[in-house]
């Protein structure tokens, strides 16, 4: 237990300290990864503890990104408006995708893939309201009335800030009775019913959760970035967030956020030199799944098991 703390607070440490000595390329690399891990988290709330493989979480990323792009940059909305509008908005599409929960198995990752690629093709071909391949562009940091985010070195602060809140208010979503009958479904969705549980409602609601955080992420996202485009909403997209998940840990906190940072690390990485680097990203996955099946943090514990004895 004394280990675990004294883990947490170097880590606290190393990120309070990050802008200071790593400089701006590691603050802006560890920021992207703080934003793609709440998105691996999002997706990993389905696969972790309700057994749901969703390949549209993309979906709900892009359309909060460009709601809130689109309302700031040509409509002149201010930050307290557009950000809300961009989560409500993801959020709905969430609930309405969520009826997909009604089915299982592959015929629910077949049609969360089909609805993907519908939200995908109004970004890439609606040109005259998405900008097309070009995207929304120039879109400010966020400010609210006297007080605005100025610097990328700010928004990593502001950053770790909203991601602890995530992480926290997360760990209470999962450990209370609504976060266990997900567990249950998981485990035996006939044993569930049998108690009187109506578990394509407790899916529903599972879904539409999971979007409103992807959401969230989105919203993070176009805020560092300053644009979107119909990238943010391609099935990569979706399948990385699944695949950090996996890597990192599914069914933990800290999973999704250590599989961002392999991810986005070895994409900056070895994109350098080699230009298939999606075929190191087939050879991690395949390597994770062969030797890691709990991802990171399962082979962390085994590891430490072992030592111990």
């Not at 350098?272 to 399962?298: C, K, N, Q, R, Y």
């Amino acid at each position: 237990m004394r280990g675990t703390w004294l883990a947490v607070g170097l880590v606290v440490i190393a990120a309070l300290a990050l802008p200071e000595l790593a400089g701006p390329f590691w603050t802006g690399l560890v920021t992207q990864m703080l934003i793609f891990g709440l998105l691996a988290l999002s997706a990993d709330f389905l696969l972790g503890h309700a057994g749901l493989f969703s390949l549209t979480h993309a979906s709900f990323f892009a359309v909060s990104a460009y709601t809130v792009a689109i309302l700031q940059v040509r409509y002149g909305v201010p930050t307290l408006l557009a950000a809300p509008a961009g989560l409500a908005l993801g959020t709905l599409l969430g609930a309405l995708f969520g009826m997909s929960v009604r089915t299982r198995g592959v015929y629910f990752i077949l049609i969360t893939i089909a609805l993907g690629y519908v939200v995908w093709g109004v970004a890439h071909r609606w040109a005259s309201f998405t900008g097309g391949d070009n995207g929304v562009t120039n879109v400010p940091f966020p400010s609210i009335g006297g007080w605005g985010i100025t610097s990328h070195t700010q928004y990593y602060y502001f950053m770790l800030i909203v991601i602890v809140l995530c992480c926290l208010g997360y760990r209470v979503l999962v450990r209370s009775p609504f976060g266990l009958g997900l567990r249950g479904i998981k485990a035996s969705e006939s044993r569930m019913k049998s108690l009187g549980y109506h578990t394509d409602l407790h899916l529903y609601a599972a879904f539409v959760i999971s979007a409103a955080m992807a959401s969230l992420a989105g919203v993070l996202y176009v805020y560092y970035n300053h644009f979107v485009n119909p990238v943010a909403s391609s099935f990569p997209i979706s399948v990385e967030a699944v695949l950090m998940g996996i890597v990192g840990g599914s069914g933990t906190i800290v999973g999704p956020f250590l599989g961002s940072g392999v991810v986005l690390g070895l994409r900056n990485w070895v994109s350098s030199f080699f230009e298939m680097h999606h075929a190191i990203m087939g050879v991690v996955f395949v390597a994770t799944v062969l030797w890691a099946p709990d991802g990171l943090v399962g082979l962390a514990s085994r590891l430490r098991a072992r030592w111990r004895q």
